[in-house]
């Protein structure tokens, strides 16, 4: 698995060329780092990527790797060394079956039967927390959760997750025994609803970068409702044995960090607009931990328009690459379910399964078989193209006329120069617009790369989407689009080309 | 190429297309297949090319089984034309013609010159060649269809309502050239076709079917003048009046 992973990033890197490793090149396999896609995941990513490269050893980033489903299978399977989690999400969504009381000593026992192992605690916590502003808060003397009780007016809006959960809110509100009646709202607005003095009180992640933002007042959760979710990092065991070990590098972060600490850290990045490599060094040079390396930890500055020529360049591959082998693989999938109506069916509704399954879902499952990077991208992109491939050329083929069937088998043909000479060229415009249909459909989906670190599109779309910055998700979307538009155009001019004149003016009357 | 067919039948479902039929379709001659839409005289000419097999009895081609033929080889030796002409739409009027000789690895010189042979014979318009079948009217299409079937000079022709999808005026000339078509081939031709007139003008023999049994068979005189049958006569009696063979016809009312 470990040589597997590794070996498809060493593809994506040398198909790309754009996560290599600045500065002298230390030997042996890179460390590999990743974080999921918020913006805190990412600023640990990058100070366990500064810190451990201060050791000498090489290290590779891949940021927002994904969601937390993706970057944990990325680390059981090898593909990936390290990652930032939290206490809370390994309890309650990875481990839950083997966590039952929340200990550290049930964690660890599970870990080790992965082969991971764990830092300590950084210092934070960024569990479920409740907000009011500051100057509210203030105004009604509310420090901690169980002062909202003497204030029966307060006006609660949740997120939905928080309001549904048995333990969101109506496990709180039974703990606290509050007297409101909270209603669900969307997260985004809820900072605007508290601004606006339409709401009071909200729920937030306890170092989210817009309690700065909005100067908001995090309540003591002072009868210990919410789970903790303490920040650590988790790696493979392995590491420890390396030479040099990046182990004692990482624990230099424990207990380094602190609530505050961590939602200026965020703000910064996310506010602010610093970049993440920025604020991972201010907070180690802060912190006295400086790393003597400064050529590895200035990224290479890329130009705007080189940027989107590589997402382009990353997006091309992965779309063309795809497409050619659904065409390779879809075209005799078709001609087999047209020479075959039992098997036909099976076969159409097999691809017409795989379209259902959702793409994040076939991510994780990709993951263990085939690593991170450009190849679960190619995959997913792949099994998605088969199914208006293998439908047109089934529906191409199975709709030629009989007497034109028959005409073929008078003549004496067989059926392979049946199916080359005759079939196939009358299917064709229903192949073709299939293939179309296909590569559209493609230039759209390969921004779900982005989601297992293959780059593209996606790639200034997830991380515009992180910071809320519309102009850098504009950066992606917009040149899908003129992808998707140009990909239809071509596919219009290869049909005139293509398909003969004889077919064309029949499909016109 | 003799075609017989011995005590041969075909269901489709619970339908009986063929009943029973044995028939022998002599080397050399033209024999039409006539009867009314649905006698399963489409079927029987589709039983002698294997385009269908035969529930029970045999098809015979020179005396032997046509299942112990390979398959492929024999239908080179048949051609067969339907009644739109089955032409491949994505091919030129001259590509199809050539399509079988071509793939049969002709060199250009031989298939252009049998091309030219045959547009003599067919009365095609060169300038139609490079057309493509959307682009030719329905008798040209036939005349394309029959260029295909003969290209590789086949020992028997099969016919399925050759002159079915034409207008009248298209209907009676290419009836007449289709004539001179099969005296010029001169090997058996066997051709389906609901039409008294056609079936009189073209064939040596006509074989009237009605529900998937044979009626009567011989000259288009003999049943006329001696129908075996009170269908015979009214069938006939259907028959557009042909020159030579309309006198006939009065004669047997």
Known sequence: ?509 | MELELADVTKRFGPGVAIDRISLTFPAGRTTALLGPSGCGKSTLLRLLIALVEPDQGQVLVDSKPLSSYPIEPLRRRMGYVIQDGGLFPHLTAAENATLMARHLGWDGARVAARLDELRALTRFPADALRRYPTELSGGQIQRVAMMRALFLDPEALLLDEPLGALDPLVRAELRDDLRGIFRAFGKTVVVVTHDVGEAAHLADLVVLMREGRVVQQGPYATLASAPADPFVTAFLATGTAVPGASRPLETGR
């Open chain 1, 1 to 509: 698995m470990r040589s597997r992973g590794a070996a498809a990033l060493a593809l994506a890197a040398a198909a790309f060329g754009g996560c290599a490793d600045p500065g002298p090149k230390p030997a042996g396999p890179p460390v590999v780092i990743a974080s999921k896609s918020f913006t805190e995941s990412v600023i640990l990513g990058e100070i366990a990527a500064d810190i451990v490269r201060g050791t000498g050893l090489a290290v590779e980033h891949r940021r927002q790797l994904g969601g937390t489903k993706v970057v944990w299978r990325a680390l059981e399977t090898g593909a990936v060394d390290v990652y930032a989690d939290y206490t809370g999400t390994l309890y309650e969504e990875i481990l839950r079956d083997e966590t039952p009381h929340r200990t550290l000593d049930e964690l660890d026992a599970a870990l080790a039967r992965r082969g991971l192992a764990r830092t300590a605690p950084l210092g934070f916590d960024n569990g479920y927390a409740l907000a009011m502003t500051d100057a509210r808060a203030e105004a009604l003397g509310v420090r901690r959760i169980s002062d909202l009780a003497a204030h029966p007016d307060l006006r609660l809006v949740f997120s939905n997750e928080v309001m549904d959960r048995r333990d969101g809110w109506p496990g709180l509100r039974a703990r606290y025994a509050l007297p409101q009646v909270a209603r669900g709202m969307d997260h985004d607005l809820a900072y605007r609803a508290l601004d606006a003095g339409a709401a009071d009180v909200m729920d937030i992640y306890a170092t989210d970068a817009e309690i700065r933002a909005h100067h908001l007042r995090v309540l003591e959760d002072d009868r210990g409702y919410f789970p903790s979710y303490a920040a650590l990092f988790v790696y493979r065991a392995g590491l420890a044995g390396r030479t040099p070990s990046p182990v004692p590098a990482l624990r230099r972060l424990e207990g380094r960090f602190t609530a505050p600490g961590m939602i200026a850290l965020n703000a910064r990045a996310k506010l602010d607009h610093v970049p993440e490599s920025e604020v991972a060094v201010d907070f180690l040079r802060q912190t006295h931990m400086e790393v003597s390396l400064p050529s590895a930890l200035a990224p290479p500055k890329e130009s705007a328009v080189a940027t989107i020529g590589r997402h382009a360049v990353e997006h091309t591959t992965m779309v063309l690459l795809s497409l050619l082998a659904a065409i390779a693989v879809g075209v005799p999938l078709g001609v087999v379910a047209a020479r075959r109506p039992r098997v036909g069916r099976v076969v159409v509704g097999a691809a017409g399964l795989l379209q259902t399954v959702p793409s994040i879902a076939l991510l994780v499952l990709l993951i263990p078989l085939v690593g991170i990077g450009t190849p679960p991208a190619l995959v997913a992109l792949f099994l998605y193209g088969l199914l208006p491939i293998v439908r047109n050329t089934h529906t191409g083929l199975v709709g030629i006329p009989e007497p034109l069937r028959d005409s073929a088998r008078a003549l004496g043909l067989r059926p392979g120069a049946r199916l080359r000479l005759v079939e196939l060229p009358l299917a064709l415009p229903a192949i073709v617009a299939g293939v179309k249909t296909s590569a559209v459909i493609a230039v759209g989906t390969a921004t779900i790369g982005a989601l297992v670190g293959a780059g593209g599109f996606g790639q200034p779309i997830l991380t515009g989407i992180r910071l809320d910055d519309f102009s850098l998700i504009l950066q992606g979307a917009v040149p899908a689009a003129v992808m998707a538009l140009a990909l239809e155009w071509i596919f219009d001019t290869a049909e005139r080309r293509v398909v003969p004149r004889g077919l064309r003016k029949q499909r016109g009357t």
